[in-house]
Structure formats: C-alpha cells, structure tokens
C-alpha cells in the first residue's frame, strides 16, 4: 500500500473577480428569467385599437340574448315576415352555426340530398320538426307561408332555386 500525497478539494472560483462575478449572475439571471416570463405572459393581454374592438364586439356577441321579447297587440294585424327575417330570428340559431347537426346555410354539400327531396318535402319537415329540430324552428306563431319563405331561403343559399311565396300585406282596417 503506497500512499499518495493527499489532495485538498478545490473551487473553480479563484480569484475575487471571479466571486463577484458569480455572485451577480447568481443574482441577475433568475431575475432576468422572471421578467423575460412575465413579459411572454402578458404580452397577449396588450393589443391595438382595433384587436380591442374586434375582441369587445365578439364577447359582446357572446353575450347576446339567445331570445328576444316582444309585446305585440293581439289585435294589430299580422305582418308576414320575409324569407331572411326569419331566418334572422329562428332559423340561424342552428343553422347558421351547424347545431344539432343542421345543415349550415351556405353549406350546398350539407344541404343537396335534401334539396334534391324537393321544396313541399322540405317545408313540410320544417312545418313538422324533423330530428332534433322543432316544429315551426321553435316558433309557433309562423305560418306557413313564412316557413315556407324561410326554406326557400335557406335553400337558396345553398344552392337550389326555390321561388319563395308572395308576401301578403295586411288589409286596411282588418282586425288580424
């Protein structure tokens, strides 16, 4: 058994210079990583004039109501609605994003095999409820001549070429 002189642990660190050095990178880069992390996580919440805008009228869309109430006098006579107004009111709940399984408007794929079943047979599902969707889209006071405006419509945005019935205007004086 040899013995071998006896080595002392040494540190890299040797000379002062080097101390201070490490000292301050011990200090400066944990707080360079905090602000760099802050900096990444707030950078998203900043934005221009018009990212604000937009970003306020979408949740301003989100918030919408999905309903709407209306006091009408039961005496007043009826308007008909047009096609697209009631496509504005009912309809575009479900189809205008694709709920349900509702065929989108616009979507000619979606809506081809029903197209080609003809425009009464379309009506008559709108009048009925097909699926999960409800007679009369959920609204009882339409009737049929507006269903059928909101079909013909729909399709046609879709890619038939339906002629959507006459709007008929309510007589002088008529009570309903």
């Known amino acids: 058994m040899s ?13 002062p210079k080097q101390l201070i050095t490490v000292v301050l990178l011990a200090f400066l880069v944990p707080i360079i990583l905090i602000v760099m992390l802050s900096q990444l996580v707030t950078s998203g919440l900043k934005g221009n004039a018009s990212n604000t805008a937009s970003a306020q009228q979408t949740v301003a869309e989100r918030l919408k109501p999905v309903g709407q109430l209306a006091v009408i006098d039961p005496n007043a006579p009826k308007v008909e609605k047009a096609g697209k107004e009631v496509v504005d009111a009912v309809c575009s709940a479900c189809h205008g994003s694709g709920a349900l399984g509702a065929p989108k408007i ?43 405006r909101a079909v013909a419509f729909m399709a046609n945005q879709s890619g038939a070429n339906f002629k959507e019935p006459e709007l008929k205007k309510p007589a002088a004086g008529s009570g309903k």
């Open 106 to 148: 616009g979507d000619s794929a979606g809506w081809s095999k029903r197209i080609a079943g003809g425009y009464p047979h379309l009506i008559a599902n709108a009048i009925k409820g097909v699926g999960q969707m409800p007679a009369r889209g959920g609204n009882p006071d339409l009737t049929d001549d507006e269903i059928a």
């Open 3 to 15: 013995e071998t002189p006896h080595e002392e642990h040494s540190s890299p660190i040797k000379t």
